[in-house]
């Protein structure tokens, strides 16, 4: 099962993110992902743009698509995201949610979430961000209960706009259906990010799997670009 773009299964990728809590006002950007799973040859692409409402809400629309190397593109799901930044501001400890509404292909049910971050910024050019993402399908076949997934991420700062990190994304099963440790999926890995100019940025990362039904090693790449 996938929310917002990690996987539990072991022959799936995921291009997910440890999100923020907000984005500022006058904030527009497009991004593109793409996650690769060298033991199944499983290709996933992502593309996004996001634009903020004002100084503590955004918006963004994406689009998702999976194969297999050698065959062709099926598109994933679309979805709809809504970011609320609960902050003070100038705040070191900053809180927000995000609300989710995920149309899947293929007739799988729909899945809407409330989600949670959390970010400390209290360090000079380090950031400690965590995420709880919580979502409920709906359509035929859905699975019952909340699916529950965890994120956290450590950043430092380098020079030049330049930076790196370790990154863990967990996903538990549901509350109906809460499962054992070996049976969960864990990831954990590092990233690096690097300016190219003309507004774009690269994010690089590879993660590895923690327990059996996670896979075994998940790449990464992200080209962003600002406006």
């Keep these: 099962m996938w929310l917002g773009g990690i996987a539990t299964s072991a022959n799936a990728q995921n291009v997910a993110g440890v999100y923020p809590p907000g984005f500022g006002p006058d904030h527009s950007s497009f991004q593109y992902r793409i996650g690769?799973?060298?033991?199944?040859?499983?290709?996933?692409?992502?593309?996004?743009?996001?634009?903020?409402?004002?100084?503590r809400r955004m918006w963004r629309i994406a689009a998702q698509t999976n194969k297999a190397l050698g065959n062709t593109f099926d598109v994933d799901r679309?979805?709809?995201?809504?970011?609320?930044n609960l902050s003070k501001d100038d705040s070191v400890w900053q809180q927000g949610v995000r609300f989710d509404?995920?149309?899947?292909t293929e007739g799988r049910p729909g899945i809407l979430a409330v989600n949670?971050?959390?970010?400390?910024v209290g360090i000079d050019n380090w950031r400690f961000r965590f995420n709880v993402?919580?979502?409920?399908?709906?359509g035929d076949d859905r699975?019952?209960?909340?699916?529950?997934?965890?994120?956290?991420q450590v950043h430092r700062t380098l020079s030049q706009?330049?930076?790196?990190?370790i990154e863990h994304f967990g996903t538990y099963g549901s509350t109906d259906n809460f499962r054992d440790f070996d049976e969960q999926g864990h990831q954990l890995g590092p990233y690096a990010i690097l300016p190219i100019g003309g507004g774009w940025r690269l994010h690089g990362s590879v993660l590895f799997g923690l327990t059996d039904s996670t896979a075994d090693t998940n790449l990464k790449l992200w080209g962003n670009r600002r406006f």
């Design 116 to 120: 949670w971050s959390g970010q400390y």
């Design 101 to 104: 509404a995920i149309l899947r």
């Design 36 to 55: 690769f799973d060298p033991d199944n040859d499983g290709v996933v692409q992502r593309a996004h743009y996001q634009e903020s409402i004002d100084a």
């Design 133 to 138: 993402l919580n979502g409920i399908q709906i």
């Design 143 to 152: 699975q019952s209960g909340v699916i529950m997934q965890t994120r956290a």
């Design 78 to 84: 679309v979805f709809a995201e809504l970011f609320w």
């Design 161 to 165: 706009g330049r930076a790196v990190g």
